[in-house]
């Protein structure tokens, strides 16, 4: 064998274990942020299942809501700082490397951010829908959010607020509410009245 034959071997070899460990680095890198994106949305998810029940059996002025938003709140800042490292270092993941729902997940924990957090990734929400790594619909609701927030009138209709007396919930205004079906059917919701019947609260707020 001559030596061109030698190097060429050596280069193809070199070639398919750098490959093979790009791969496993990339399949190691999926598992964590997996991993970071499950617990932050489980804590999530586990908090608000917990403020529905507590506020419907003590109140919203009882102490055991107090407490159960101060934990929410507690978790929802760590929550934030793994999903903040997460989107600083890598972007919005592609839903192939962490499929669609914790793609979700990661919105979801955004939408319970407060505003700067939501502020400074907004633009990488509004690219994760451009390129299809979110759903519209999802958009939509956190520009809902954030227009709330402002003291503004919301698009879609999809924030809520509770009587501080009667922890009742109503809707804050919404803009042009004789077009919001058809605001809410172009990103993907169902109408406000299907939306408000699943929540169990009146639409428009009854006086």
Same mark, same amino acid.
Do not use: C
């Given at each position: 064998m001559n030596?061109?034959?030698h190097?060429?071997l050596?280069i193809t070899?070199?070639?398919?274990?750098?490959?093979a460990q790009?791969?496993?680095?990339?399949?190691?890198?999926?598992i964590f942020l997996?991993?970071?994106?499950?617990s932050a949305?489980k804590f999530?998810?586990?908090d608000?299942?917990k403020?529905?029940?507590?506020l419907s059996?003590?109140?919203?002025q009882s102490?055991?809501?107090?407490?159960i938003?101060?934990?929410?709140a507690l978790?929802d800042?760590s929550?934030?700082?793994?999903?903040s490292n997460?989107?600083?270092?890598?972007?919005?993941?592609?839903?192939?490397?962490?499929?669609t729902d914790?793609?979700?997940?990661i919105?979801?924990i955004?939408q319970?951010?407060?505003s700067?957090i939501q502020e400074?990734y907004? &633009? %990488?929400?509004?690219?994760?829908?451009k390129q *299809?790594?979110?759903?519209?619909?999802? $958009?939509?609701?956190? #520009?809902?959010?954030r227009l709330?927030?402002?003291g503004?009138p919301?698009?879609?209709?999809?924030?809520l607020q509770?009587d501080q007396?009667?922890g009742?919930?109503?809707?804050f &205004? %919404?803009i042009?509410?004789?077009?919001?079906? *058809?605001?809410?059917r172009?990103?993907g $919701?169902?109408?406000? #009245?299907?939306?408000?019947?699943?929540?169990?609260v009146?639409y428009?707020?009854?006086?």
């Amino acid at each position: 064998m001559n030596w061109k034959y030698h190097l060429f071997l050596f280069i193809t070899i070199t070639y398919i274990v750098n490959k093979a460990q790009a791969q496993n680095d990339s399949i190691k890198t999926d598992i964590f942020l997996n991993m970071q994106i499950d617990s932050a949305f489980k804590f999530d998810q586990d908090d608000r299942a917990k403020i529905q029940h507590i506020l419907s059996k003590f109140g919203i002025q009882s102490k055991e809501a107090q407490h159960i938003f101060d934990q929410t709140a507690l978790h929802d800042s760590s929550n934030i700082v793994a999903i903040s490292n997460i989107l600083d270092k890598y972007g919005w993941p592609d839903s192939s490397s962490i499929g669609t729902d914790r793609s979700i997940a990661i919105w979801a924990i955004l939408q319970h951010a407060d505003s700067a957090i939501q502020e400074k990734y907004f &633009p %990488i929400m509004q690219l994760a829908v451009k390129q *299809k790594k979110l759903a519209p619909r999802y $958009l939509a609701l956190t #520009e809902d959010r954030r227009l709330v927030r402002q003291g503004k009138p919301q698009i879609y209709g999809s924030q809520l607020q509770i009587d501080q007396q009667t922890g009742k919930r109503t809707f804050f &205004p %919404i803009i042009d509410p004789k077009n919001i079906n *058809k605001r809410r059917r172009s990103v993907g $919701l169902d109408t406000i #009245e299907e939306y408000a019947k699943s929540l169990n609260v009146p639409y428009p707020n009854s006086n």
